[in-house]
């Protein structure tokens, strides 16, 4: 069974690092682009970050450019997203998702349960 | 960046009604569109891809058409389980954009 097993998350303040994980099972993780899409209480979808298979290309939200970074480590099946001054506009949960297919332009097909992430002072 | 619309904003349907939600895009994707499903306090989870594919294990009173700019999600005939959010999203170019998002209960 596909699975993505997501850890992180948590209270922080303004200005301060977080670092998500995402832990991929059931499918030959180097093969598949991976994405981290985030949503705001009470709010819409939002893509902010993903990464190919080989980890060559990273692509970002214009929002998150520069604060955060996205990674993966192939040998661990795991994809990571260090995010660093944060702001309070930065809250919501974040999902981590796996491409639907091997390449770079499809949609996401498998979601992780999402995690929670809370800027606030 | 590509922008994505969504109308209505929300719905209510009655069950055995047919649902229509449309998405437009700002340029031209082709059919670089899908359609997800978020029920409340879920995880998102993909309907159609390719403006107009069924996700493996998706109702086939779900169907999706268009290409280019202007899209739509149809349920043929909408059960108490597909009271949800919808979003629309483009995958032609980074960074990847989603509708606003239509939000559909049953009387």
């Known amino acids: 069974e596909v699975q993505l097993l997501q850890s992180g998350g948590g209270l922080v303040q303004p200005g301060e690092s977080l670092r998500l994980s995402c832990a991929a099972s059931?499918?030959?993780?180097?093969?598949?682009?991976m994405t981290w899409v985030r949503q705001a209480p009470g709010k819409g979808l939002e893509w902010v970050s993903s990464?190919?298979?080989?980890?060559?290309?990273?692509d970002y939200a214009d929002s998150v450019r520069g604060r955060f970074t996205i990674s993966r480590d192939n040998s661990r099946d795991t994809v990571y997203l260090q995010m660093n001054s944060l702001r309070a506009e930065d809250t919501a949960v974040y999902y981590c998702?796996?491409?639907?297919?091997?390449?770079?332009?499809?949609?996401?097909?498998?979601w992780g349960r999402g995690t929670m992430v809370t800027v606030s002072s | 960046d590509i922008q994505m619309t969504q109308s209505p904003s929300s719905l209510s349907a009655s069950v055995g009604d047919r649902v229509t939600i449309t998405c437009r895009a700002s340029?031209?994707?082709?059919?670089?569109l899908a359609w997800y499903q978020q029920k409340p306090g879920k995880v998102p989870e993909l309907l159609i891809y390719?403006?107009?594919t069924l996700q493996s294990g998706v109702p086939s009173r779900f169907s999706g058409s268009g290409s280019g700019t202007d899209f739509t999600l149809t349920v043929s005939s909408p059960q108490p389980e597909d009271v949800a959010t919808y979003y629309c999203?483009?995958?032609?170019?980074?960074?990847?954009?989603f509708g606003p998002g239509t939000k559909v209960d049953l009387k």
């Open positions: 998702a796996k491409y639907r297919r091997s390449g770079t332009y499809y949609p996401f097909d498998i």
């Open positions: 059931g499918f030959t993780f180097i093969n598949y682009a």
């Open positions: 990464i190919s298979g080989t980890g060559s290309r990273m």
């Open positions: 340029q031209d994707i082709s059919d670089y």
């Open positions: 390719d403006a107009s």
């Open positions: 999203q483009q995958y032609k170019s980074v960074p990847y954009t």
